[in-house]
């Protein structure tokens, strides 16, 4: 019952996650961070069972700052990508981590954000935008008519809410609180977000400019 998204903007890469972690029916806790902070440019947001999720996270965590310790430069995000694609394929053959995974970040060299996309049979494709779990599947239709390039970071907290909002109109069991992670080339900036506030923030604005318009006329 995961909702996992992300997509890119101008200079920046946005990836959204909800906080529950749930067991079938059971709501385990309520203010699971879902998405890892793999350096000060890279996070990863992770969708499946939670003990997988962990596990393969602080795995490549720590292997990513080991990679750094020992050379003494930062993988970028698409070789960051293609070690994560790497290592669930080898799990494949072995014990496999039911994972799904959107890894974003900010490459200096190339001074651009990317987006990759992976699932746990080892699928890695560099992506516009993407998601995952029941939430992420209703955001995919959203990112068709409403994303467009190098969008502001107005425009993209626009296309968070209408998501966000979607997701909570038609999944059954919607979460309500989300964690939003913005990664640019100065690092990254974590939103909490409540989407019962928020959006009832957002239809007033709407209805007061639906007045006024309608005042003008």
Not at 25 to 40: G, R
Not at 88 to 96: F, H, Q, T
Not at 174 to 198: F, H, Q
């Amino acid at each position: 019952m995961d909702v996992v998204f992300g997509f890119v903007g101008y200079d920046f890469a946005v990836l959204v996650a909800d906080r529950a972690a749930t067991q079938q029916i059971i709501v385990q806790k309520l203010d699971e961070d879902k998405i890892v902070e793999l350096d000060s440019t890279k996070i990863m947001a992770l969708s499946g069972p939670k003990g997988d999720c962990v596990a393969f996270g602080e795995y490549l965590r720590a292997n990513v700052r080991l990679y750094r310790l020992k050379y003494g430069h930062e993988l970028d995000v698409s070789a960051t990508a293609h070690y994560a694609r790497n290592e669930l394929a080898e799990a494949l053959r072995s014990g496999p981590y039911q994972v799904n995974c959107l890894l974003a970040g900010f490459d200096k060299l190339k001074n651009e954000p990317e987006l990759h996309f992976m699932d746990y049979l080892a699928t890695c494709h560099r992506v516009n935008t993407g998601g995952h779990g029941y939430g992420g599947m209703f955001c995919l239709s959203l990112f068709d008519k409403h994303w467009v390039p190098n969008m502001s970071r107005a425009q993209a907290m626009d296309l968070v809410d209408l998501c966000v909002g979607e997701v909570c109109e038609r999944l059954v069991t919607a979460p309500t609180d989300y964690l939003v992670k913005i990664v640019d080339k100065n690092g990254c900036e974590t939103i909490v977000y409540d989407a019962t506030d928020r959006l009832k923030k957002r239809r007033d604005l709407m209805a007061d400019v639906a007045a006024r318009m309608a005042s003008m006329n």
